[in-house]
């Protein structure tokens, strides 16, 4: 497809175990955005990848939150030992180029931790 | 589905009147102002930008004004309709760099 997709759409797991999301950029996008929103809540920056230079993690909330992702195409966000507090919708964005762009948003994936 | 915004400000009209959403954003070093809905199960989706050499622009139906002297942004809607009912989020950007930090957001609700 044209825009952002990411999978899953829906994630239900128990306290303790790990997950991966997968984010899909529109093709030809260098920067990639990482964002968690809470029910009710604004948009929460968590990592941002630009191209081949290293990622800028500094919105990871904790050491068990981190990501990945291969040259200007798929990135993973993995969550361990995941928590209640850790249910969210996660959100991938990407765009043409860093700074001053629209970003295009995927439509996340909620993640339920029972 | 997932719910947005249940615990937002929230902005009844009435269809075919105009809305403003406003929004007070933090940075004055920002220069780049942008726009998003985002509807129930949906991410977010662009709707218009402004840079800081502007104070307004428009788009179709829509208008955004900047006052950067009371670091103020607004969002104004012509002839509002049902589907434009959803969660307004205004988003900036400091010194050309790539960290957007997103406000916390307005539901628009249109009565029919």
């Known amino acids: 497809g044209a825009g952002v997709s990411q999978s899953p759409s829906n994630k239900v797991t128990e306290k303790g175990k790990d997950v991966e999301l997968r984010c899909d950029p529109i093709?030809?996008?260098?920067?990639l955005y990482w964002y968690r929103q809470r029910l009710g809540q604004g948009l929460e920056f968590l990592i941002y990848?630009?191209?081949?230079?290293?990622?800028?993690k500094s919105g990871l909330p904790s050491d068990r939150f981190s990501a990945e992702r291969t040259g200007e195409s798929v990135s993973t966000l993995t969550i361990q030992r995941t928590q209640q507090e850790d249910s969210a919708v996660y959100l991938c964005a990407s765009s043409l180029q860093p700074g001053n762009q629209p970003q295009h948003f995927g439509d996340g994936t909620r993640l339920s931790i029972l | 589905g997932e719910s947005v915004g249940l615990h937002l400000p929230t902005l009844s009209v009435q269809e075919g009147d105009n809305s403003i959403i406003n929004c007070a954003y933090s940075?004055?070093?920002?220069?780049?102002f942008i726009w998003y809905k985002q509807e129930s199960g949906k991410g977010p989706q662009f709707i218009i930008d402004?840079?800081?050499?502007?104070d307004k622009r428009q788009g179709q139906r829509v208008t955004v004004l900047l006052n950067k002297t009371v670091k103020h942004l607004s969002l104004q809607i012509a002839a509002t309709q049902p589907g434009d009912s959803a969660v307004y989020f205004c988003a900036e950007n400091m010194d050309g760099g790539f960290k957007t930090i997103f406000g916390a957001g307005t539901r628009l609700f249109v009565k029919a």
């Open positions: 990848f630009q191209g081949n230079s290293a990622p800028d």
């Open positions: 940075n004055s070093a920002s220069d780049y």
């Open positions: 093709s030809g996008h260098t920067a």
């Open positions: 402004i840079r800081s050499n502007m």
